[in-house]
């Protein structure tokens, strides 16, 4: 992430790493950016309900020398955004409304995934997933649902994947990886301890693994090899967010095209392959 214009994906990356004081200090910023930018920093801490100091730590936190060149940058993130916290869907809301705010929320989740990925990191999991023998993808909930996305992408074009979405398939197939394959762990929160386990698994087998998460300080972002991260905002109905999973399939999509791109001949022969088959049910 470059420091300019990306304050508030920075705030949703680290969230889970700030301490309570500091989340109060997120979550006023995350609601109110437009009037963050105006007030002074003991408005903030007092609207916050905690210190100046408090206020200063979390500024730190985020990389800044101080609460002015946050609010700065702060204000050149609305300008470029337009603010990432509009559209929350509310009790009430007719059919037309819901639909605008539930696209909208889409919209910006796949445009902020696209700020905070790292682009060598991508292209160091590209790189992995061509050379790979055997692909795995890891996801419980509804990030099972680009888990088994993926497994059916990349075995369209000839690779060997398998997605798990139990939890004893998940480690008891991570064990028999070998040094040079993959293995994908999707989770939201970067926290579900079985995803973690089972890359933790695939890690001490030699393969490469890969987080794709929403929050760069989490447990599964730190035992990866490789992190490439996703950005979505918690709704109404769910803590991970609707559009937590619209990010995800992105980049299983990116993934895949890239990973298709790099042989293409041999990739084109399979699709042409499994597309006669498929057209003849």
């Known amino acids: 992430m470059t420091q300019r214009s990306n304050t508030l994906l920075k705030i949703k990356s680290i969230y889970p790493s700030f301490k309570p004081a500091e989340r109060r200090v997120a979550d006023y910023v995350l609601r109110s950016p437009k009037r963050v930018v105006h007030v002074s920093i003991t408005e903030l801490a007092k609207a916050s309900k905690v210190s100046d100091a408090t206020v200063v730590k979390f500024c730190k936190r985020l990389g800044y020398q101080g609460f002015q060149e946050f609010k700065i940058l702060l204000a050149q993130d609305i300008v470029v955004t337009h603010t990432l916290v509009d559209g929350e869907v509310e ?78 398939m998940q480690i008891s197939r991570a064990v028999l990886l070998q040094p040079g394959d993959v293995a994908i762990g999707l989770t939201h929160s970067g926290e579900t301890r079985e995803i973690v386990e089972a890359l933790e698994t695939a890690k001490a087998r030699g393969a490469t693994t890969i987080a794709i998460t929403n929050h760069s300080t989490s447990r ?23 559009s937590s999973r619209i990010a995800q399939l992105a980049t299983i999509d990116t993934l895949f095209v890239a990973v298709a791109l790099a042989d293409f001949k041999r990739s084109q022969e399979v699709l042409d392959k499994t597309s006669e088959i498929l057209s003849q049910r």
Not at 220 to 240: I, N, P, Y
């Open 91 to 168: 009790p009430g809301d007719d059919s037309r409304t819901i639909k605008e705010k539930v696209f909208r929320a889409n919209i910006c989740a796949l445009q902020d995934t696209i700020q905070v990925q790292d682009d060598l990191a991508l292209e160091r999991a590209i790189d992995a997933l061509t050379k790979a023998r055997e692909i795995h993808f890891y996801g419980l909930g509804s990030s099972s649902i680009a888990a088994f996305d993926g497994e059916q992408k990349f075995s369209r074009i000839g690779r060997w994947a398998s997605a798990f979405a139990d939890t004893h």
């Open 220 to 242: 599964a972002a730190q035992v990866a090899d490789l992190l490439l991260l996703t950005c979505s905002r918690g709704d109404l109905f769910t803590k991970e967010g609707i």
